[in-house]
């Protein structure tokens, strides 16, 4: 399995964890779909409680304010590049 697979693996169970959707499995997130309103359907106070499980896991600051912020968590392959990018610094 390679780096980006086993890490998008890794983010979609955390999502389901922090988020405790019971009913969603790993492969119910698909890679590009919204993470919020439309696709998962998930909303700011979700974004908040991921936001801290990111920062718990990899040691991410997040602005809430920032434009940046919410175009990492657009969708899950945004998020993985997000998590990639900044695990490397």
């Known amino acids: 399995m390679s780096d980006t697979t086993s890490l998008e693996l890794e983010l979609k169970q955390l999502i389901i964890d922090t ?16 993470l919020f309103v439309d696709g998962l359907g998930l909303d700011s106070i979700d974004a908040l409680e991921l936001g801290l499980a990111l920062q718990k896991r990899y040691g991410i600051t997040l602005d809430a304010e920032s434009e940046d912020t919410r ?4 969708s899950l392959n945004a998020l993985r590049e997000m998590v990639e990018a900044r695990r490397e610094r």
Not at 19 to 34: C, H, K, Q, S
Not at 71 to 74: E, I, K, Q, R
Request: proline share 10%.
């Open 19 to 34: 988020l405790e959707l019971e009913d969603i499995t790993p492969d119910d997130i698909v890679a590009d779909e919204p």
């Open 71 to 74: 175009a990492h968590f657009a």
